[in-house]
């Protein structure tokens, strides 16, 4: 026996009413009144204030503004569509100052270009010590075409092969073009015996063969800049915890980077004896203190800009570089000669 299906009878207070293709569907909405849109905004608005409200109260929470925001709105009044908000006076010093000498650096980039020169920077310090936030400030409105940055990864299995030094040398700048390398080979100076990673026989034959190599370069036109970032043992944890929480900076964290606090004598040690082995004359290095990152910005920015000429450049006053930030690296060798029986009170 069939059971016959039963169909759903319509409420009385909901009658059936025919679409616009004439089949039959349910009553149309009506549009809310203008009072009920009116209540609707003010409810959202106010769960968005409370929103708002508890990122601003929650620490864990707290965000910082995009760089050359603050500098940019400063003179902007609170309106319904902005909130002011406060940020310290060395922020906005620090934003206007960056700007000018980005700008000199588009001016330097020209005038590069025009002339055919080859410029090479190469960053190195300790893990964490701004080397990577400083390449960006450098870049960060240059023209791409002649810009390169260089941040080689581990060693594939065919490169293992050759020679040391043969997988740096194909990124060296052409005619007009600036190349900044982050992290070099000098990876075998410090980091690679520090970690195992190499011989000591290949250490100390990179030690003598580097100098040579370097020598070569800048005598081929080559305009040559080596920066150490150095940055303290106290600050250098700060910023590996600050790495672990910030979501931005995960890609940051290796496992290497706790092993710089673990073994922060012996990176001291080899950073001792690369500086005694390759500063030279022609090829110098120039240690940047980095505990204060936008001062060491700043101040690298600065330096690259006095050692050229061209059109437009602003007075060595503006270009004045601070002492306490940028050393020298003989001046770096003769303060730890001094402080070499206490490692932890030396600058990294």
Known sequence: ??????HKKSKPNEPKTKSKNGTK???????????????????????????????????KLKKKLTEHTAYKNKDRKEGKAHRAVFVKKFTLLYE??????????????????????RVMALFEGRDAAGKGGTIKRVTEHLNPRGTRVVALGVPSNTEKTQWYFQRYITHFPSAGEIVLFDRSWYNRAIVEPVMGFCTDEQNKRFLKDC??????????GIKLFKFFFSVTKDEQLRRFDSRETDPLKQYKISPVDRLA???????????????????????????????????????????????????????DEELRVDPEIVVSGIDEIRLMEEGLLTPLELPG
């Open 96 to 117: 206007d100052e960056l700007k000018k000498l980005q700008i000199e650096l588009l001016k330097l980039q020209k005038q590069i270009k025009a002339d055919g020169l």
């Open 211 to 220: 100098p040579l190599l370097e020598e070569m370069i800048v005598k081929d």
């Open 1 to 6: 026996m069939v059971k016959k299906l039963k």
């Open 261 to 315: 606090q673990e073994m922060w004598d012996d990176y001291t040690l080899r950073k001792f004896v690369m500086l005694n082995e390759t500063n030279r004359t022609l090829t110098p290095w120039t240690i940047i203190r980095s505990d204060n990152k936008k001062l060491a910005r700043l101040n690298c920015i600065k330096f690259m800009l006095n050692h050229f000429d061209y059109e437009g450049k602003i007075s």
């Open 25 to 59: 569907g349910k009553k149309p909405r009506t549009k809310p009144t203008l009072k009920k849109q009116l209540e609707f905004k003010a409810l959202a608005r106010a769960k968005q204030e409370g929103k708002n409200r508890w990122l601003y109260d929650n620490p």
